[in-house]
Antibody, heavy 117, light 105 residues
Framework: EVQLQQSGPELVKPGASVKISCKASGYSFTGYYMHWVKQSHVKSLEWIGRINPYNGATSYNQNFKDKASLTVDKSSSTAYMELHSLTSEDSAVYYCAKGYEGGMDYWGQGTSVTVSS | DIVMTQSQKFMSTSVGDRVSVTCKAS??????VAWYQQKPGQSPKALIYSASYRYSGVPDRFTGSGSGTDFTLTISNVQSEDLAEYFCQQYNSYTFGGGTKLEIK
């Protein structure tokens, strides 16, 4: 059974960074892209970027290229997303999602990030 | 950016009915479209890829159609558990529609 287990909710101060994890199981981790998606009430769903776990190659939405950094640890089948210089606009739920046939066939449970002083 | 427009923010239907959710792309995306279902308090679930192919395990009451700029997700024999928000997505450059909330009367 494919599972994507994300790290827990985060409360962070403005200007800080946060790193979210997504541990994959039940499939070949290096065989499929891992996508990251932001969901907020303001802009609904936004694609942040994707990473190829096989070689670490990344592709970002231009709106997030200075905001997010995607990495993986193949040894633990875990994908990471670090968000930098956080503001209130970054408060949202963030999902990792396994790529398949262009879309995203399995999603993590989501990680809530709240930016507040 | 390619904009995906779901003009109907809310739809209401009854159990057993058929309902169609529409999505329009601002430019030709071929058949590079997926549909997702998000139930209250849950993560999105994949329904359709390549405009018309069901992901594994998706009931055949969910049907996708369209190409180019106009796409439709049709739910036949609507069930109470279909209460959810439905999103389209194009994956030429990965943008999502704004969502359509389906209410079951």
């Amino acid at each position: 059974e494919v599972q994507l287990q994300q790290s827990g909710p985060e409360l962070v101060k403005p200007g800080a960074s946060v790193k979210i994890s997504c541990k994959a199981s039940g499939y070949s981790f290096t065989g499929y892209y891992m996508h990251w998606v932001k969901q907020s009430h303001v802009k609904s769903l936004e694609w942040i970027g994707r990473i190829n776990p096989y070689n670490g190659a990344t592709s970002y939405n231009q709106n997030f290229k200075d905001k997010a950094s995607l990495t993986v640890d193949k040894s633990s089948s875990t994908a990471y997303m670090e968000l930098h210089s956080l503001t209130s606009e970054d408060s949202a739920v963030y999902y990792c999602a396994k790529g398949y046939e262009g879309g995203m066939d399995y999603w993590g449970q989501g990680t809530s990030v709240t930016v507040s002083s | 950016d390619i904009v995906m427009t779901q003009s109907q923010k809310f739809m209401s239907t009854s159990v057993g009915d058929r309902v169609s959710v529409t999505c329009k792309a601002s430019q030709n995306v071929g058949t590079n479209v997926a549909w997702y279902q998000q139930k209250p308090g849950q993560s999105p679930k994949a329904l359709i890829y390549s405009a018309s192919y069901r992901y594994s395990g998706v009931p055949d009451r969910f049907t996708g159609s369209g190409s180019g700029t106009d796409f439709t997700l049709t739910i036949s024999n609507v069930q109470s558990e279909d209460l959810a928000e439905y999103f389209c997505q194009q994956y030429n450059s990965y943008t999502f529609g704004g969502g359509t909330k389906l209410e079951i009367k």
